[in-house]
């Protein structure tokens, strides 16, 4: 797939599901904005992803913006058309989880999952979309869970933001598919990038799990999708996972 006229932006492209998305995106061709919070990963992204030739660095900008703030957002989208000349593809992938039981969760912390995951996701589209009607169209593609389906104790903030985005691109969907933008989410059940656990790297028990590059190919299906049908809503789950 030759996406070398698309321009592309990942929010939360530094790592894990994010980056795996973006080197997909740059392998075929498209030029990719990616966003973090902290400048170390975006720099150590950007040198992954330069990695292989191709005019690749020159297809690549990293933009430091927390998807939580508005202002951060319109600048990260700007900064990519002034750059690249326009936006056709948007990956909402930014997201944090913070797993406590109810009666443990601060107010403080159930802001930033809400916050990063659903209004960040929200503060996103609402930037891109105007950018992607005077292209002609596009892709929005959020990364959502089967968490957003599957509640379990100690996730309610988590399920909830997930639960959220899911009926926010249902109806984001329906919006804009007539101005030829074509909304999915996809819900991926455990992947391994140590999300949860801080920093730490996935280990030989997380061999059951879904790798980034799973993910990614899905949002790269969803692109290469004809036109004439539209597949909104991708549950993915491990093959195997451990019997219980």
């Not at 498209?30 to 990695?51: F, G, P």
């Not at 996935?202 to 790798?211: C, F, H, I, N, Q």
């Amino acid at each position: 797939m030759d996406l070398s006229q698309r321009v592309a932006v990942v929010t939360g492209g530094s790592r894990g599901i994010g980056l795996a998305i973006a080197r997909a995106l740059l392998d075929a061709g498209a030029r990719v904005a990616i966003t973090a919070r902290t400048t170390e990963h975006l720099d150590e992204a950007r040198k992954a992803l330069a990695t292989g030739g191709n005019g690749r660095a020159e297809r690549i900008q990293a933009v430091v913006a927390d998807v939580r703030d508005a202002d951060d957002v319109s600048a990260a989208i700007d900064g990519a058309v002034q750059q690249f000349g326009g936006l056709d593809i948007l990956v909402n992938n930014a997201g944090i989880g913070i797993f406590r039981p109810v009666a443990d969760t601060d107010v403080d912390a159930w802001h930033d999952v809400i916050e990063t995951n659903l209004s960040g996701t929200f503060f996103c589209c609402c930037a891109a979309i105007p950018q992607m009607k005077k292209r002609g169209g596009g892709w929005i593609i959020n990364i959502s869970s089967l968490a957003g389906k599957n509640p379990f104790a100690s996730g309610a903030a988590y399920c909830a933001s997930k639960a959220a985005v899911n009926a926010f691109s249902e109806a984001l969907m329906q919006e804009v598919r007539h101005d030829n933008i074509r909304v999915s989410y996809v819900m991926p059940g455990s992947v391994a990038t140590g999300f949860g656990r801080g920093t730490s790297p996935s280990g030989p028990a997380d061999d059951w799990k879904l790798a980034p590059e799973d993910v990614a190919e899905v949002v790269m299906d969803l692109i290469r999708h004809p036109a004439r049908s539209l597949p909104s809503r991708v549950e993915l789950r491990p093959s195997r996972p451990p019997k219980r």
